[in-house]
């Protein structure tokens, strides 16, 4: 099954993005897998370039959806956009997944409108992947719904819940919820709410779990709300920006490097991407930093994503976890 | 003036906190300028054996909120707590500050209904200093109302300016946003109605500032509601304790000297404590993990707090800003 790419979007695009696909078709891909949005003169260069001689199909066009431009607006006034057009190629069946790596409110925007949603999910979210003490961890929302209600964060917990266990191998993920203490009482009327529903399902839940036990093993799934999802990991990733930036002024190259080891946990440039759960279809949100390196293991995880059937076993575990509470809210919402 | 000090608050009290003490009475500070609430004969054969002669004033009480007691409740059922009587101290002019390293919700509260909201203030915040690649950055609220409305969040934004001017010496100290998005449109609607206030006030509004700037030096004062501040703080916490006991296999004990170095940006446990603003008399809360290197510095920054007289600073710049929308919230709110 082709991966529909988008080559135009990212802080470093179309160069990284296209030095990172002709790696991908070095290692363990296939021109036949691909199907690249963007200037077709731009990518057959670049591909040749690496010495690529077999190009994959292209979506043709030279509008892209930049980081600054408001996704919505943006959406309706490019019609022709490498986000639209990826998404087109997987609504259509002509691609299996997608990534971007471009605007990621775009990338929502088009996925959520241009895909649906799978059936009983009522937002999506964007699932990142850390490494804490006992291995990897799905956190989500980082973004996609910054005022997410109890329902949102609920679905975000079953969702998240199969992610880990088809992508991780986990068979009975342990799922927490991100909160400013340890009690069921603490946090929004949101939280509590969504604390209260997955006590009662079926999931294997840990309760709350505070930031300073993030990256220390305690779950295999973390739910939050995009603000907070989002403000977390731009945090760290500032953080480590920060101390790398001051550890200049040391002398050992050998520390430096130590630091940049340690700090891949936070580092999801180097996973490639995060998936976006919830719409009818395999989405990947690439990081905008990224560079080529990155692209390559971010195909992979569209890969992963779509062998594993994820969204299937989504919208199973949906359907047998809505709870009344949910249900009714459902109805509302 | 007396700043009267929890001893029985928090995870390593009262041995640490009577170490602090005693180490503050051997280089700047004379037993009168202590009021130490807690068991009379513990207090003494702790500063004497540390080798503390002069024993300072001390309120009687083996009555402490323990860090897991929920504060409402326990503040009822122990009238005679160490903090209620740090806050009765400093009520009746007793004291000129407290300082508590204890279950911070009990000394919020304590705090908020013993001591009473500066004229003009609607809600306290815990104010966290942090070490940037700038210079020092007050980021306000760190947990004392995770659910702030607009205005609460205006008023933390007049109140950590005054705080960076009257403590760090920044004549127009600039305050910054904490959001998802450098847009005015991004983040809650509590948020997007805090940044139309800014924007109107005479503050240095430098406008939205995303989570990967936070260590950036863009601004002097960083606003935010209690969850977010707290997640934050927590999370970057637990990211440093991993990195450290990742690194402990690390042979080279100058690379873990660095890392705890350049760590100490992060760790306000270094610092002592958080100015809890906003509430009319001076309370300082430490870190609950304090050790005795702690306490010092944290009672150095009671002094700081109560000679620079930030509180008043804070009633006349409250009174000076108050906008339009503020005040009409404020007769609702």
Redesign the interface.
């Known amino acids: 099954m082709r991966i529909a790419v988008d080559v135009l979007g990212g802080d470093h695009a179309p160069g990284e993005i296209l030095k990172g696909v002709a790696d991908a078709l070095k290692s363990d891909f296939t021109a036949d897998q691909f199907l690249l949005a963007g200037p077709p003169e731009v990518i057959e260069a670049g591909l040749r370039s690496h010495g690529i001689v077999d190009i994959p199909a292209i979506l043709a066009t030279d509008q892209v959806v930049e980081s600054h431009e408001?996704p919505t607006k943006a959406l309706k006034s490019k019609p022709r956009s490498t986000i639209a057009l990826c998404v087109g190629a997987v609504k259509q069946g002509h691609a299996g997944g997608l990534i971007s790596f471009g605007n990621t409110g775009a990338a929502v925007a088009a996925a959520t409108f241009g895909l649906g949603m799978l059936p009983g999910m009522k937002r999506p979210g964007i699932s990142v992947v850390l490494t804490?003490?006992a291995g990897k961890i799905v956190l989500l929302d980082a973004?996609a719904n910054?005022?997410a209600k109890a329902l949102h964060l609920f679905q975000y917990a079953v969702a998240g819940s199969a992610f880990a266990h088809d992508m991780h191998g986990i068979a009975n993920p342990r799922v927490g919820l991100?909160n400013?203490g340890g009690?069921a009482g603490?946090?929004?009327p949101a939280v509590q709410e969504v604390h209260a529903m997955l006590e009662q399902s079926s999931l294997t839940f840990v309760g709350n779990v505070?930031?300073?036990?993030?990256?220390?093993g305690v779950a295999d799934v973390l739910v939050t709300d995009?603000?907070?999802g989002?403000?977390?990991?731009?945090?760290?990733?500032?953080?480590v920006?920060?101390?790398v930036?001051?550890?200049q002024a040391?002398k050992?190259a050998?520390?430096r490097q130590?630091f940049r080891r340690?700090?891949g946990?936070?580092d999801f440039a180097d996973i490639g991407g995060a998936t976006l759960l919830g719409v009818d279809g395999v989405v990947l949100i690439g990081h905008g930093r990224s560079h080529a390196n990155a692209v390559a293991p971010a195909l992979r995880a569209v890969r992963g994503d779509i062998e594993a059937g994820v969204n299937r076993h989504i919208i199973e575990a949906i359907g047998a976890e809505a709870p009344d509470s949910a249900s009714q809210e459902a109805e509302r919402d």
């Open positions: 408001k804490g003490s973004g910054p005022q991100l400013i009690e603490k946090g929004s505070e930031g300073q036990e993030l990256f220390a995009g603000f907070v989002n403000m977390i990991l731009k945090v760290v990733e500032g953080f920006e920060y101390v930036r001051e550890s040391e050992s050998e520390l130590t340690l700090f946990a936070a």
